[in-house]
């Protein structure tokens, strides 16, 4: 099992490949338990494909991904998630004919603790009250904003240990984008370990404690926020000079 | 009017085997946005099945009552015939997932021959009846005949649907399959295991079609042909009803069997076809997505 100081997820010389496209060339990071960490980058960076790499949805050429001591590669998608990965994907990937509750209770598929479940149908009715009013509505007539909230409180859901979330301020007004990023620190204060992906590289590295930039497929730089947001090149390509 | 009221039951009758037929192709649709080919003579086996589940049952000397006979044939058909279309999902489509979807049509249309030319070979081609496993009694209802037959048809196949309907809204598996409809990329992501899914919806449609089988067979005909021509009708139901949508089948079910009987009662008999195919082109021209259909949003791949 892990060894006390061991990281809860641990990717090591990851490459991935759609067809001759080197999407991944060979990254290595790590996440501790209790962490927010953030990958930014540009689009197309290799972000995303990092993430889906981890749930298990795209094919890994070569490297490892280890999730508490596990090596991945060896389960198939929804057996990670029941590892304990929650993942909310790009494009937030809610099931728009369903309702919102379907919605989240499609994200306890794999649970058997009826309790807790409930429990936790409180928790994300309390971090987004939103999703209540609006509980037995169809969830694709959801604003941008209530369809993150969502995708965030479907993720809660299935309960994982750590929280994959890719690009959660895409398309929302930024009040919206505090909203969310508040929540999310919540959720970490909680217990729960965060993977950011984010292209808003101001948000992410406010409430991330380190962070790795991500460069058509290579991690270029790394470190802690605090040393990433003084980096005259983060601070030139990211944040905007 | 006793005339209208007479082929209405008959349209009925008709309309309840195409509606369940039509399920398995608007659920496999549903989900992998595929045109199952092979449903049609799946459906065929179904009777056959249901055909020596009775027999066998009769022959016993066991002298089980004919209601536990029958329930017995329902339910051991719907189980084989559920197997089969599991077993064909497993080693004839699944391989086939990533592929161009043309390839998956093909090879359905050609488990579909092999079934058929199967049941030709080891059964042969002459007609056949289920024994009888249901007590025949006509009533005459202010001149309108209506048999015992009639009757169990229409009960079961309402039965059974809104027990199907009732499925896919309210149970889990149900709110799986219709996520896997909207976007099956992300399904996994809830710990959902797609292709246990998958064959819990060929699972489905397929003891749908197997009721349809087994009712068919105690009111028609079972050769190994039908399967041809009643799954096209069944499958244009599904088409009609709008494909991928559920209650639509069900609907389109019966539009096509009154569009048969109907045609068939006013029109010379070779007239049906050339009918029911006009009304669908016709159809289809005004609303190409069916009566509840929704337009088709393509997947991300």
């Given at each position: 099992?892990?060894t ?15 067809g ?5 060339r ?19 960076a ?5 993430l ?16 508490d001591?596990k ?18 994907p ?10 919102v ?6 994200a ?42 969502l ?11 750590l929280?994959?979330?890719?690009e ?28 950011l ?19 058509t ?19 030139e ?5 | 009017?006793?005339f ?11 309309g ?6 039509a ?9 992998l946005r ?18 020596f589940?009775?027999?066998f ?11 536990v ?63 009888q496993?249901?007590?025949?009694i ?9 048999s ?9 196949s ?27 990329t ?15 919806t060929?699972?489905l449609?397929?003891s ?19 399967g041809i ?6 499958f ?26 109907f045609v068939a009662?006013?029109l ?7 009918v ?15 009566i ?10």
């Amino acid at each position: 099992m892990m060894t006390p100081d061991a990281p809860l997820l641990s990717v090591q010389d990851l490459v991935v490949s759609y067809g001759n496209i080197k999407a991944l060339r060979g990254i290595s990071f790590e996440v501790h338990e209790g962490e927010i960490v953030t990958l930014i980058g540009a689009n197309g960076a290799g972000k995303s494909t990092t993430l889906r790499a981890i749930s298990g949805l795209i094919p890994i050429e070569d490297g490892r991904i280890i999730f508490d001591g596990k090596d991945l590669r060896a389960y198939p998608p929804h057996r990670i998630v029941e590892l304990g990965i929650s993942h909310a994907p790009e494009g937030r990937g809610i099931f728009g004919t369903l309702t919102v509750m379907e919605n989240l209770k499609l994200a306890t598929y794999a649970r058997r603790d009826k309790d807790e479940i409930q429990k936790d149908y409180r928790r994300v009715f309390d971090l987004f009250p939103r999703l209540e009013e609006r509980k037995n509505q169809i969830a694709g007539t959801l604003s941008g904003g209530e369809q993150q909230m969502l995708a965030v409180g479907r993720a809660l859901m299935t309960r994982g240990r750590l929280m994959l979330l890719d690009e959660p301020s895409m398309g929302l007004a930024p009040i919206l984008v505090q909203e969310i990023f508040r929540v999310l620190q919540e959720i970490n204060q909680a217990g729960t370990t965060i993977l950011l992906v984010e292209q808003n590289a101001h948000m992410a590295l406010q409430v991330a404690s380190r962070g790795y930039v991500l460069e058509t497929g290579s991690i270029t730089v790394q470190g802690t926020t605090q040393a990433l947001t003084k980096d005259p090149k983060v601070k030139e390509a990211y944040l905007g000079g | 009017m006793r005339f209208i009221i007479q082929q209405t039951l008959n349209a009925l009758q008709l309309g309840s085997v195409y509606a369940l037929i039509a399920l398995g192709y608007t659920m496999v649709y549903g989900i992998l946005r595929m045109i199952n080919f092979a449903h049609g003579d799946i459906f065929m086996v179904s009777t056959y099945l249901g055909f020596f589940v009775a027999s066998f049952l009769l022959g016993w000397a066991l002298h089980l009552p004919m209601a536990v006979i029958f329930v017995l044939t329902l339910l051991l058909a719907m189980f084989g015939t559920s197997l089969l279309a599991v077993f064909i999902e497993r080693v004839a489509y699944k391989p086939l997932r990533q592929a161009p979807r043309i390839s998956a049509v093909i090879t359905a249309l050609g488990v579909g021959l092999f079934l058929e030319n199967f049941t030709l070979a080891t059964i042969g081609p002459e007609p056949r009846i289920l024994p009888q496993v249901v007590p025949v009694i006509n009533f005459n209802i202010g001149g309108v005949a209506v048999s015992s037959i009639q009757i169990l048809i229409l009960a079961i196949s309402a039965l059974v649907m809104f027990i199907l309907d009732t499925i896919v809204r309210r149970t889990m598996t149900g709110m799986a399959m219709r996520a896997i409809s909207f976007d099956k990329t992300v399904v996994p992501l809830m710990g959902i295991p797609v292709d246990r899914i998958i064959s819990i919806t060929f699972a489905l449609g397929s003891s749908m079609a197997a009721v349809g089988g087994v009712l068919y067979g105690i009111a028609y005909m079972m050769d190994p042909y039908m399967g041809i021509r009643i799954g096209w009708w069944a499958f244009i139901s599904a088409v009609v009803g709008g494909i991928g949508n559920i209650r639509g089948a069900m609907i389109g079910g019966y539009i096509l069997g009154f569009v048969e009987i109907f045609v068939a009662a006013f029109l010379p008999s070779t007239y049906r076809d050339f009918v029911a195919f006009a009304l669908l082109l016709l159809l289809l021209v005004f609303k190409p997505t069916g009566i509840l259909g929704m337009p088709v949003v393509e997947q991300k791949v």
